[in-house]
């Protein structure tokens, strides 16, 4: 099957569950939000600049690829600087045709300036609202759930668990934790998982992207995950091929897709930080053949010089995928969205399913 055009793919409905909000700005808009607040960065041309991020996060570098957030996440310190960001968020992810998304961010990392937890996660808030309203004026609505992010190596999972809770019914949807997974495991946060589980709140953890096996396990079977954030390794649990028919998953990725636990694959960010080789030896491809709940994700939409519509139309070009497979991905997607079951739903047989009848004819 030839590949689907990348202009094709714009129109088509999308779900996207893995989107960091310091990993998706404007090149222009980082110019401007440097220069009022006085931050130095590479280059003030704002080409120049997306072109410094996405060869600072193809570097193979740590330490350039962690840079690129520094500059980010120093014009993301004001309630200005932060209502901007996720109203260009939203407007640029419904613009690909997206039209459910979380997005995820650290509130802990945009306090430099003064601002309290409270403060920032009320300017994000904001900015979505604004940036949804404009969306659905211009006839391409989206809607937008927040996930507050612990970082893995700090102190304030409890305080960031708490905080999501507090405003489980203001637009955040669930909770995450993030950064270095080797040296800080997920336990180290057992008490956050324990406090949402009994809140029954929802949360995704990163495992199985920089680290192995081990993170996968420890994020399901201490942490209680209801997703994996990446969860890319888990193809070490599996030997053989499909083509072959002596396929064998271990026990570990047997549980995975007994239980239909959502992956959140991020294609071309695991290129960049090692997980994956290639697009076309992805594991994408073999979890796909396996039929695990899988998912497609931009993850640093500004460092990956991505999108949801390029994700995949670089899948279908690797795989030989159609309409059937990227409509699978969506729904797998909306289907493990940390929103009600009657909303999920509801987008699933309004809006999904009618934008792909269209475009499988």
Known sequence: MAAIALTDIVPAPKALLH???DGGLRPA???ELAAAVGHELPTTDPAALGEWFVAAADSGSLERYLETFAHTVAVMQTVEGLHRVAKECALDL??????YAEVRYAPEQH?????????VVDAVNAGFAAGAAEAAAQGTPIRVGVLLTAMRH??????????????????????????AEAGFPPTRHLDAFEYLQRENFHFTIHAGEAFGLPSIWQAIQWCGADRLGHGVR?????TGTVAGGDVVLGRLAAYVRDKRIPLELCPSSNIQTGAAPSIAEHPIGLLHDLRFRVTVNTDNRLMSGTSMSREMALLSEAFGWGWAEL???TINA?????????????IINDVIKPGYAKLLG
């Open 19 to 21: 989107d960091h909000l």
């Open 29 to 31: 808009t980082i110019v």
């Open 94 to 99: 419904a613009a690909d045709g997206v039209v």
């Open 111 to 119: 306090l430099e300036r003064g601002l309290t937890l409270d403060e």
């Open 154 to 179: 700090a102190a304030r999972s409890q305080e960031i668990a708490e905080l999501s809770v507090r405003y489980r019914d203001a637009g955040v949807v669930g909770f995450d934790i993030a950064g």
């Open 234 to 238: 888990l193809v070490d649990d599996i």
């Open 327 to 329: 409509q699978w991905l």
């Open 334 to 346: 909306m289907k493990s969205a940390f929103i009600p079951y009657d909303e999920r739903l509801a």
